[in-house]
């Protein structure tokens, strides 16, 4: 049996029976129909909280502005190491540390799929509750949650640390160029639990409507990511034939001890938040208790967004070998530089998915499927200008965005810009799938989400990259122009499907 409420944990505002509010929760019986245009907004149900009395574009406005600048400060964290070990002393080490970090980044991206599962069966659960004014299920979903984010991420550390050598032998590092992989990946390993506190507890607390408390953790997370890896990596201010360090000189031991002790710092940030009760959510000790029901409510969830997101990792893992087996060198770092220039544009997006993930969740819970389609449409329109707007640079200005994070590197100077050209077109397709794809999970419809998403990967994705990188012998183009033709197709998938209506009648 769960603990008994405490009395931030009952329900605010109103008075619910038991069966009332599992039809809300569960999306159980008919849809409640939209309002009508002759209804006025004070006679429609309002959501709680920070979002209580606000029109929707302002609700989509502020819960995007926070996320947004947390996601400028998430690119930030990984643009970081990349343009640090751009600026290490040597060529030949600069090339090597930057392949390093390449390999390195996908595999801490695959050790926080597990934590960044759990995040998306919580936000369900958490912004339903939240719209339906119901704290004591709100403050379970945070603290089973958390209990699940911090275990897989002792589980996904440990294992990623261990397998750290085949993994850089697996993909043909060799030299100091694997060393540094093995150690890029195993000191960022040490902080991957810690990190399940960071992203879980900001997913929930956007979940809630408070967008700002992650932004702040992040901000710290940067400041200190900045300054620790920096200096004890060594910086090279001079030339090769004038060379004039900064730090200790650790190279790319020095750029992951950084990282890792950044990311820590920042877990132990957002517990405070949410030990504080700042916002609509609060974690208390009771509810780090294993409780196997919010568990299982979680991880059903959960489920089918970790098969997709493993899918998509594992698809881009593949990429990763057909990038190390094209007889181009630098095309690893070239690669990890156009993606990371590239994310300027769809960091936007996804911090506009937030709100359209939430919105969905809280609007469901409340018990209006019509005003949460409402929402997710402004979001979509938003990213769509956002991306766009960007992908002008990246088709007419590519260079000199390139030579910000590699100034020095031939090799990356002629290889990324035309990346970003075959990149450029798809963004506003790009738009639409992470905000339709977004606003499905915030709706629990998460096997769908994962249904398109697979679909797309195992056909579009894999075969067509193959094919145009090798039969066709256009190489690194060939492999981005196979990426950009996916996520062109599932952004359309995504949305015809979700005009079908079916994601409002998912249970979560």
């Not at 991420?153 to 100091?176: M, Q």
């Not at 899918?311 to 993606?339: K, Q």
């Not at 190489?475 to 079916?502: C, E, K, P, Q, S």
Request: hydrophobic letters at 50%; aromatic letters at 8%; proline letters at 6%.
């Amino acid at each position: 049996m769960p603990p008994s409420p405490t009395p931030d944990d009952r329900p605010a505002k109103r008075r619910w029976t038991r069966s009332g509010l599992r039809g809300v929760l569960l999306g159980a019986g008919e849809p409640a129909p939209p309002a009508s245009s002759k209804t006025s907004r004070s006679q429609q149900k309002q959501l709680s909280g920070r979002l209580a009395g606000l029109s929707l574009p302002r609700q989509v406005w502020v819960l995007s502005l926070w996320p947004m600048l947390e996601q400028l400060l998430n690119f930030l964290v990984g643009t970081v190491d990349i343009a640090i070990a751009g600026r290490l002393e040597g060529e030949t080490t600069r090339l090597a540390a930057m392949d390093a970090i390449a390999v390195g980044a996908y595999f801490t991206w695959l050790m926080t799929l597990l934590q960044a599962a759990v995040g998306v069966g919580a936000s369900a659960i958490v912004a339903r509750a939240i719209g339906a004014s119901h704290r004591r299920l709100a403050n379970a979903g945070v603290g089973q949650a958390l209990l699940l984010g911090v275990s897989s991420g002792v589980f996904a550390g440990g294992a990623v640390l261990i397998a750290a050598p085949w993994i850089a032998r697996g993909l043909g590092l060799e030299g100091d160029a694997a060393a540094m992989a093995v150690t890029y990946i195993r000191i960022t390993a040490l902080s991957i639990p810690m990190c399940g506190a960071l992203f879980v507890g900001g997913a929930v607390l956007r979940a809630a409507g408070d967008t700002r408390s992650p932004f702040l953790a992040m901000l710290l997370v940067n400041v200190l990511n900045i300054a620790v890896s920096a200096y004890l990596a060594g910086v090279n201010y001079g030339t090769d034939a004038d060379p004039r360090s900064f730090g200790m000189g650790l190279g790319v031991a020095g750029i992951a001890a950084g990282t890792a002790i950044a990311w820590t710092f920042g877990g132990f940030v957002i517990l405070a938040f949410l030990l504080s009760g700042r916002s609509e959510i609060r974690l208390r000790r009771h509810r780090l208790r294993p409780h196997p029901h919010t568990m299982r409510r979680i991880i059903r969830i959960a489920l089918p967004n970790l098969a997709s997101q493993l899918g998509f990792w594992s698809i881009n893992f593949v990429l990763l070998f057909y990038v190390s087996r094209l007889d181009e060198p630098g095309a690893f770092g070239a690669h990890m530089i156009a993606i990371r220039v590239e994310s300027v544009a769809f960091l936007p997006g996804f911090a506009i998915s937030v709100a359209a993930s939430t919105l969905t969740g809280q609007y469901l819970g409340l018990g209006d499927p019509q005003r949460a389609k409402q929402a997710t449409y402004l979001a979509t329109a938003a990213a769509v200008a956002i991306m766009s707007f960007c992908s002008i640079f990246f088709f007419f200005t590519p260079e000199p965005l390139v030579a910000l994070l590699s100034p020095d590197t031939p090799e990356h100077l002629a290889l990324a810009p035309p990346l970003l050209r075959i990149a450029a077109p798809v963004m506003p397709m790009f738009a639409v799938c992470i905000i339709i794809g977004s606003a499905m999970q915030g709706a629990g419809d998460t096997k769908a989400t994962a249904v398109i998403n697979f679909s797309g990967l195992f056909t579009t994705r894999l075969v067509g990259a193959y094919l145009l990188a090798f039969t066709f012998g256009l190489g690194l183009n060939g492999i981005w122009i196979g990426m950009m033709a996916d996520l062109g197709l599932r952004g359309l998938v995504f949305l015809l499907y979700y005009r079908t209506g079916r994601w409002a009648q998912r249970e979560v």
